[in-house]
Each structure stands twice: as C-alpha cells, then as structure tokens.
Nanobody
Framework: QVQLVQSGGGLVQPGGSLRLSCVGS????????MYWYRQAPGKQREWVAV???????NYPDSVKGRFTISRDNAKNTWYLQMNSLKPEDTAVYYC??????????????WGQGTQVTVSS
C-alpha cells in the first residue's frame, strides 16, 4: 500500500504562485503514475497533472503552461508548482497514486487534500 501526505496550499492573489507537496510512503516502487486532481465546490473532480514514472508528464489545456508536476526521488515527494494562478483555480487539490502490483492496477491511494484559494 501507498500512503500520501500533502502539504502546501493556502490563499494567494491572482497571478501568484503556490507549490503543493505530496510525500509518499509504503510501497513506493509500485507507483506507476502520480496524478494531481482538484475539485471545486459543486464541480466534478478533474485531473490537472500526471507524472508517468519512466515516461512523461501531461496536463489538460486548462493548466498547461502554468502548472508543473515534478518529483524528488530521494524524498519520495511529488510537487505541483502552480504559477499565474487564476480565481478559477480555486479548489481542493489531491494527489493520487496509481500502482501496479503483480499486474493489478490500483488507484486508491489519495492524499488528504489541500485547499487552494485564489482571490484578491
């Protein structure tokens, strides 16, 4: 199993930046992908970044060029750097690990969520 603990977030003005962290523990080697998702009030959860281990990163158009996912292998930590933030980026952000164990894919490891509020 993988446990994820998030930190970061808070209140920032439009145009500002924030960095979220997601520290993994447990079966880190089983992680195949790490996603960042967000959920705004009254809206569905949407993915905003993915790190494909041994592959590439990808982003939806809504955040492409503004958000960057990165990884520090030594610290088992993933980051979401968010720049040029807009009020519509306001949401609770979650990290989510996709694991593969003995050929079985799992996606049940979630961080606890962290609030990001973009407001003047």
């Amino acid at each position: 199993q993988v446990q994820l603990v998030q930190s970061g977030g808070g209140l920032v003005q439009p145009g500002g930046s924030l960095r979220l962290s997601c520290v993994g523990s447990g079966a880190i080697s089983s992680i195949n992908k790490m996603y960042w998702y967000r959920q705004a009030p009254g809206k569905q959860r949407e993915w905003v970044a993915v790190d494909i281990i041994g592959g590439s990163t990808n982003y939806p158009d809504s955040v492409k060029g503004r958000f960057t996912i990165s990884r520090d292998n030594a610290k088992n930590t993933w980051y979401l750097q968010m720049n040029s933030l807009k009020p519509e980026d306001t949401a609770v952000y979650y990290c989510n690990a996709v694991t593969i164990v003995r050929g079985v894919t799992g996606s049940g490891s979630w961080g606890q969520g962290t609030q990001v509020t973009v407001s003047s």
